[in-house]
């Protein structure tokens, strides 16, 4: 846990996509803080912070503040700014809390390593400890994403919301998520998408709201924050986890019954293989997208890279796949985890097996690598 120390300001660090309703959470926390008076950090893209300026009309100026970082993302560019702003706010002492609303590309790992051990290794903020991650996410957005079959509600405002990779890490590293616009999505499809972001996120607390209506104390001062423990919780590890002391499958509970996620046609499975892909037949499945599939991860041996391991990622339609370390004194083996919804798994099985190696072609020289690669 982060130290929590009488003399240390919480912060709670708010991520989440463009229009998931982030600064509609933000402005409640403003207007109704309890018994806190806060401070607001918003970052943005735009050399113009729009969020910003609407947190700003919703504020009482008087006690709260609102420090703009635009231009830039606080993961990335704009880490050594936001470590500056946050010192400095601390310092001045006119607040108990802090909240930093990340811009909707922002990854919650590097902002969260950021304020806990520094950017690039350097010093973290004096003065502060980050207390609580949260993620809001759109169900619409997430809805439509997996289900473009679905008939569009007259109320929606954008259905061309595609997910992608830094969507599901927002889902998958937080310690509350806020599971936004819930009374856009039919009750049965919110419970499959729920299920889906529940197996994403097994950790997280998480809240189906409305215009992100939700007590302050459920965001504010919840002390749940574990770096550790949110890194290595994440739906997919601990599916691989499981599935080296209990066969490999998703979709039952330990008592042997259904899971609430695969009673929502919610399930996991896990594909181990001990050849090698051919990297140009694994290269052109990675282009071929089963909507069913929600979230691919995990680690892949490819004949043309025989002592590199593959990290793969797949976060509905966006792939990344590239070296990511050397297999060592490890024996060499694909293990990939599956999530989805419905999925097909004797044909997503068939049709990766159908990438490994023949036999003829064991001892073949591999010139041509399409690898790293990103879609």
Not at 83 to 96: I, N
Not at 351 to 356: A, F, V, Y
Request: glycine fraction near 10%; proline fraction near 6%.
């Amino acid at each position: 846990m982060s130290d929590t120390g009488s003399d240390s300001v919480p912060m709670t660090v708010i991520s989440g996509p463009l229009g998931a309703g982030k600064t509609t959470l933000v402005n409640r926390l403003l207007s109704d803080p309890g018994d806190r008076r806060i401070a607001v950090v918003v970052n943005d893209m735009g050399e113009i912070n729009v969020d910003a300026e609407l947190i700003s009309d919703e504020a009482d100026t008087g006690d709260e503040g609102v420090v703009d970082l635009s231009n830039g993302c606080i993961c990335c560019r704009l880490r050594d700014d936001l470590v500056t702003e946050v010192t400095r706010l601390a310092e001045e002492r006119s607040f108990d809390y802090l909240v930093v609303e990340a811009s909707g590309i922002s990854e919650p790992i590097p902002i969260a390593r950021t304020l806990t051990v520094g950017p690039d290794g350097g010093d973290p903020p004096d003065g502060l400890h980050l207390d609580t991650t949260v993620s809001v996410v759109d169900a619409y957005g997430f809805w439509k994403a997996f289900d473009p079959e679905e008939s569009i509600p007259d109320a929606a405002p954008d259905p061309e919301r595609p997910l992608t990779e830094v969507l599901v890490d927002q889902i998958e590293f937080c310690d509350v998520l806020l599971l936004n616009k819930c009374d856009m999505v039919p009750d049965d499809a919110l419970d499959s998408v729920a299920a889906a972001v529940r197996t994403l996120q097994p950790r997280a607390t998480v809240h189906r709201t409305t215009y992100s209506e939700i007590d302050p104390g459920e965001v504010l001062g919840t002390g749940r924050f574990d770096f550790e423990a949110a890194r290595r919780q994440q739906g997919w590890k601990q599916a691989l986890a499981e599935s080296d002391t209990e066969g490999g499958h998703g979709g039952h509970d330990h008592d042997g019954g259904v899971s609430a996620a695969a009673a929502h046609g919610v399930e996991s499975f896990i594909y181990r293989r001990d050849t090698p892909f051919h990297p140009g037949r694994f290269d052109d499945w990675l282009d071929d997208w089963d909507g069913d599939i929600v979230r691919a991860k995990g680690f892949a041996w490819v004949a043309s890279r025989p002592q590199t391991v593959l990290g793969m990622s797949q976060a509905g339609p966006s792939v990344q796949a590239g070296p990511i370390g050397e297999w060592g004194d490890d024996d060499p083996s694909t293990r990939l985890v599956f999530i989805g919804q419905e999925m097909d798994e004797d044909a997503i099985v068939a049709e990766l097996d159908s990438c490994l190696i023949t036999d003829d072609e064991r001892n073949q020289t591999f010139d041509s690598d399409p690898f790293p690669r990103e879609r």
